[in-house]
């Protein structure tokens, strides 16, 4: 099936910022398996944190190793009334395909800005390494010793304020985001923390997929933004020597993780779009949660291609931002704590 930005009911803006995401790709990534890094680096337009209230936030940038350039952005709400009493952590792992964008990109900081002031929550905004140049697990390693980070040195560094609930944390992450973010919840769910308890996961369209060619696949071949020759691209980048029935790509395959072993897994909220050629390997995720008798919801916008929630001119991304809202409030009120989730 030929689907292409023109033949989507998208507004011009939307259909002209994907067509130059699928250019960018296209343009920087080798056929050695290698990216244009420098050009790349060129590209990606970044928004600097702003430790000064503005427009409903404020945001500061926290450095865990300079060695890797493993760092997190911090967003916190802001209103004219005091401080809140309690506010949920959230845990973020951008798109981008394990290759592409940061923490500090500007799509991706304009996203955390609205999840911080609409939910709203204190953001944890992880930047990861890049494949090839960093290849798996170095992205799960990043995005779980951020969280350790947190953990370990919150008390005495004040890294979080006094009213960011580090027993309501969520993780949130779109595309290889989402893959990370599942990943990274099996490994918490394995870990013992001292102060920090992880109680949902939101998969955004996540990127996962097989050895197999699914049927979403082979319909959707030219499908916008994701498509069947740049995930085959992106995989080798990250995992150039295993096939993609790999534990870190086919996520509920043969090798997957037992999470039945897993008591603490957190309740998951998974996200599929109609147009996107990942669908089938989402929704297996999804019938793989709640066959291991996970707490699973799955929430599927039928006319909407990958990564549509990035388009803020899209009424589904808004939709999207409400559901996670309402996913999170409800996780905030069933903790042990039984304190009942007030907004601001």
């Not at 130059?20 to 600097?48: C, E, H, Q, S, Y």
């Not at 800005?113 to 890049?130: D, E, G, H, Q």
Request: hydrophobic share 40%; aromatic share 12%.
């Amino acid at each position: 099936m030929e689907v292409t930005t023109s033949s989507l009911s998208l507004p011009w803006k939307t259909r002209m910022a994907i067509s130059m995401a699928g250019f960018v790709t296209d343009l920087t990534r080798r056929p050695n398996g290698t990216v244009n890094r420098r050009l790349l680096n060129a590209l990606n337009i970044k928004t600097p944190p702003y430790p000064d209230p503005v427009l409903g936030f404020k945001s500061y940038d926290v450095t865990v190793d300079r060695t890797r350039n493993l760092w997190f952005r911090v967003y916190l709400p802001i209103t004219q009334d005091s401080e809140p009493a309690h506010l949920p952590v959230i845990f973020f792992f951008h798109g981008g395909g394990f290759v592409y964008l940061s923490a500090d990109s500007r799509s991706y900081d304009a996203v955390c800005r609205r999840f911080c002031t609409k939910i709203p929550a204190v953001m944890v905004s992880v930047n990861y390494r890049l494949a090839p140049e960093y290849r798996h697990p170095a992205q799960y390693n990043d995005g779980f010793d951020a969280m350790k980070y947190i953990d370990e040195n919150n008390k005495k560094e004040k890294i979080l304020p006094d009213y960011a609930d580090m027993s309501c944390c969520f993780l949130i992450g779109d595309s290889a985001g989402g893959n990370i973010a599942h990943h990274v919840a099996v490994r918490a769910a394995g870990h013992s923390f001292e102060h920090l308890k992880v109680i949902g996961l939101v998969a955004i369209q996540p990127f996962f997929g097989g050895e197999e060619r699914t049927e979403s696949e082979k319909r959707l071949v030219r499908a916008p933004i994701v498509n069947i020759s740049r995930t085959d691209w992106m995989w080798k980048a990250i995992l150039p020597d295993s096939d993609r029935d790999h534990e870190a790509i086919n996520v509920s395959g043969p090798k997957a993780v037992n999470i039945s072993a897993l008591p603490d897994f957190p309740a998951t909220l998974v996200v599929v779009g109609g147009f996107d050629i990942l669908q089938d390997w989402q929704r297996r995720y999804y019938e793989w949660l709640k066959r291991h008798n996970k707490e699973a919801v799955i929430l599927e916008y039928p006319t909407m291609v990958h990564a549509f929630y990035v388009f803020p001119e899209l009424r589904e991304a808004g939709y999207l931002i409400g559901e996670i809202r309402q996913f999170v409030h409800d996780h905030m009120s069933k903790t042990a704590k039984g304190i009942p989730y007030v907004s601001m």
